[in-house]
């Protein structure tokens, strides 16, 4: 399992958004907190042409379950809410389909990768699963930003 600690990861904002306002939102949860130059990753970029992404970063949003419920208090108070799909990984997973429970109805799902633990949710689909072995290169959870789930999440956004 990847280590989140890195002093790095903590620095840069909270939350990163781009992507036409209106449109099917994303709301990215990410615990390896990724986007720590003030953009969505770059394997995320061509997503935001049709898709709202919004990218909390937790190592730098330490209340990030209270920024999770703003934002889906916010989309439930849209005068005509769009799809919102969110996404999450590793340690964190369980605790954001507990979040999600409490909006369920606000949610088309929760797409995971590499969930620490398996999760029993109806609108809950793991995406993409680290498959360890000695060539792999990537230790779990898979980035979120890793192109791999991209394409999974463009495919399950687009049904």
Not at 27 to 56: C, F, K, M, Q, S
């Amino acid at each position: 399992m990847r280590d989140f600690d890195e002093p790095v990861r903590a620095a840069g904002p909270g939350v990163v958004v781009d992507g036409p306002a209106g449109a099917p939102t994303v709301l990215v949860i990410d615990p390896a907190g990724e986007a720590v130059h003030d953009g969505i990753p770059a394997t995320w970029r061509p997503l935001t042409d049709t898709v709202r992404v919004v990218w909390l970063r937790v190592p730098a949003a330490p209340t990030w379950q209270s920024t999770v419920d703003k934002v889906l208090a916010a989309h439930r108070d849209d005068e005509s809410p769009v799809r919102l799909d969110v996404v999450c990984s590793g340690p964190i997973a369980a605790d954001v389909v507990d979040l999600v429970r409490r909006h369920e109805h606000l949610v088309n799902s929760v797409l995971l990768v590499d969930p620490e633990t398996e999760i029993a949710a109806p609108f809950g689909k793991v995406i993409a699963r680290t498959h360890p072995s000695a060539d792999d290169r990537v230790p779990a959870p898979m980035p979120l930003g890793h192109p791999d789930v991209v394409n999974a999440v463009i495919e399950r956004v687009r049904q």
